[in-house]
C-alpha cells in the first residue's frame, strides 16, 4: 500500500476520484488536516446551523480562546469554506457562514462523529488493553 506521501489509494478502493495519476494525495493530506483539525470541526459545527456573529460562536465552542477563533476563522475563509460579511452599521456588525463548500463537509463530520460513537467502546477497551502492557 501506498503512503499518504505517494498516494493515497485506501486499501483496494484504487485512486482517489479525479486522481489517476495520485499526484492529488498531499493537497488532500493538507486539506483534511486542515478540516481534522480539532477547533475547525467545532467551529464548522457552530456554524451548521446559520450565520453568528464571532462572541456567538466563541460561546458556542467551549474552550477556545480569541486569537485561536481568529485564526480559525480566517484559515477557512481563506480556505472557502466560510464567509465573512462586515455590515457597514455603528459599531460594526461582522457574521460568518458556511460557504457551500463549507456546508458540504457538514455530512462528513457527521458521518465521522458518529464513527466515533459507535466505536468509543472498541478504542476505550484498546486503550486499556495497550496501557496494561
Same mark, same amino acid.
Given at each position: 500500500m501506498q503512503t499518504w506521501s505517494a498516494g493515497w489509494t485506501a486499501g483496494s478502493r484504487g485512486p482517489l476520484e479525479g486522481d489517476s495519476q495520485g499526484g492529488a494525495a498531499d493537497r488532500a493530506r493538507e486539506i483534511v488536516g486542515r478540516v481534522g483539525d480539532k477547533w475547525t470541526v467545532a467551529v464548522v459545527h457552530a456554524l451548521g446551523n446559520g450565520p453568528l456573529r464571532f462572541t456567538e460562536i466563541r460561546r458556542g465552542?467551549?474552550? =477556545?480562546s480569541q486569537r485561536m477563533l481568529t485564526t480559525t476563522l480566517r484559515a477557512l475563509e481563506r480556505d472557502g469554506l466560510v464567509l465573512r460579511t462586515v455590515y457597514p452599521? =455603528?459599531?460594526?456588525r461582522v457574521d460568518y457562514e458556511l460557504t457551500p463548500v463549507g456546508r458540504s463537509l457538514l455530512d462528513t463530520l457527521?458521518?465521522?462523529?458518529?464513527?466515533a460513537v459507535v466505536h468509543t467502546e472498541d478504542i476505550d477497551r484498546a486503550r486499556r488493553e495497550y496501557d496494561a502492557k
Open positions: 465552542v467551549d474552550g =477556545i452599521e =455603528i459599531p460594526p457527521w458521518l465521522l462523529m458518529n464513527w
